[in-house]
């Protein structure tokens, strides 16, 4: 609801589509800057902590777009400040809230816990704007952002209820600064998870500025209105959502690598069909495979990490998982933007498909040299 009310709003303050992709950016930016020292922060603090926290500030966030927009004052700057304070908290609530996972239910667990935490997340983003699209026409933008500050009211509500308060990591004789190298050298040391993280790279972003791409084809391409929004960011949720119950329902083994790059070469290919569909329904279908796929790709790199992992190194594990799902994602959008206000929303969604389809292929290239060279023993 977030989502849909907030990009729609800064069209109607802007009617630019470089500022809607700005707005991402301000909204993502600090998860760039901050996630890896956030990651650290995660293995020192109570988990439960953090994320209740998070949750209280959000809605707090959530009620001051809503006095705002009630009242008649909001300016952009209003919605691009909120934007910042926002990402700061998602910066260092999103390492912690990963890594609570396998405090709350265990190692074996783990793969089905990540499926059915995105099962949750994308079940949102399905009744969300839909209902989002429904209020902004009946009520007006502040009732939906009213009701999603009253959203993460009671999400924190029932953070607060979980016995389970996360565990620190002992902070022995190393800095802070030696704890957060640590967490780099064993990602940048590990093969597996240098490739995992390409492909977590390219599909964060070329396929998550859903809230640059869908606005501006419903409106400049589509010609439809908020409800056409709402089915179209709908149809993305139903599809991710039956993704990760695919996923979590396939098995408890760590994702094979070729099926998550698989699906993100589906997702990519679906943005490149996306820029020649004309029909409201068409781009439903194309928008659900995109929104199936992308989910099995980024979940299952969830689940990979969380798996292969230390438990004394999860929280900066995740928090680089962080930096690139959420702080590469202000490049993305911002180039979706300009792109589009540039040469059209058609232009920037081939763009995108195409770049991804391109680096996907150097991943699987270096990846097989390399694999050549380890089983060649003159190498």
């Keep these: 609801m977030q989502s849909v009310a907030q990009s729609w709003l800064v069209l109607q303050i802007t009617d630019s589509p470089f500022r809607l992709g700005l707005i991402s950016t301000f909204m993502f930016g600090p998860m760039l800057l901050f996630s890896i020292p956030a990651g650290a922060v995660a293995d020192r603090l109570p988990k439960r902590r953090v994320v209740v926290t998070s949750a209280l500030i959000q809605a707090a966030m959530g009620l001051t777009l809503t006095v705002l927009v009630a009242t008649g ?211 439903a279908v194309v928008l659900l495979i995109v929104g199936l796929a992308s989910i099995v790709a980024v979940a299952g790199v969830n689940t990979a990490l969380q798996m292969m992992a230390p438990d004394a190194l999860r929280g900066r594990v995740m928090s680089i998982y962080t930096l690139i799902f959420g702080g590469v994602f202000p490049f993305g959008a911002f180039l979706a933007g300009a792109t589009a206000e540039t040469w059209g929303v058609r232009t920037a969604l081939a763009g995108a498909g195409g770049f991804g389809l391109l680096v996907l292929a150097l991943i699987l290239v270096a990846g097989g040299r390399r694999a050549l060279a380890v089983s060649d023993p003159s190498g």
């Design 73 to 283: 004052a909001i300016r952009y700057w209003h919605v691009a400040t909120i934007a910042v304070v926002w990402g700061l908290v998602n910066a260092l609530d999103t390492p912690a809230r990963q890594a609570f996972l396998v405090d709350l239910v265990g190692r074996d667990d783990v793969g089905n816990a990540i499926a059915l935490n995105s099962v949750a997340f994308n079940g949102a983003r399905i009744v969300g704007p839909a209902v989002a699209g429904v209020l902004i026409g009946a009520f007006g933008l502040g009732a939906a952002f009213l009701v999603n500050a009253f959203a993460g009211l009671i999400g924190a509500l029932a953070l607060a209820a979980v016995r389970t308060s996360g565990t620190r990591v002992p902070r022995g004789d190393a800095s802070f600064g030696q704890q957060i190298l640590e967490g780099l050298r064993y990602a940048g040391g590990t093969a597996r998870v240098r490739r995992l993280l390409g492909v977590l790279f390219v599909v964060t972003i070329t396929i998550f500025n859903f809230s640059v791409y869908i606005p501006l084809l419903t409106r400049d391409v589509l010609a439809q209105g908020p409800g056409t929004f709402g089915l179209l960011m709908a149809a993305i949720g139903i599809g991710a959502m039956t993704g990760a119950f695919a996923l979590g329902a396939a098995s408890r083994a760590e994702p094979p690598f070729p099926l998550l790059a698989a699906a993100a070469a589906v997702s990519c290919a679906g943005l490149v069909a996306l820029s020649a569909v004309t029909d409201v329904w068409i781009a």
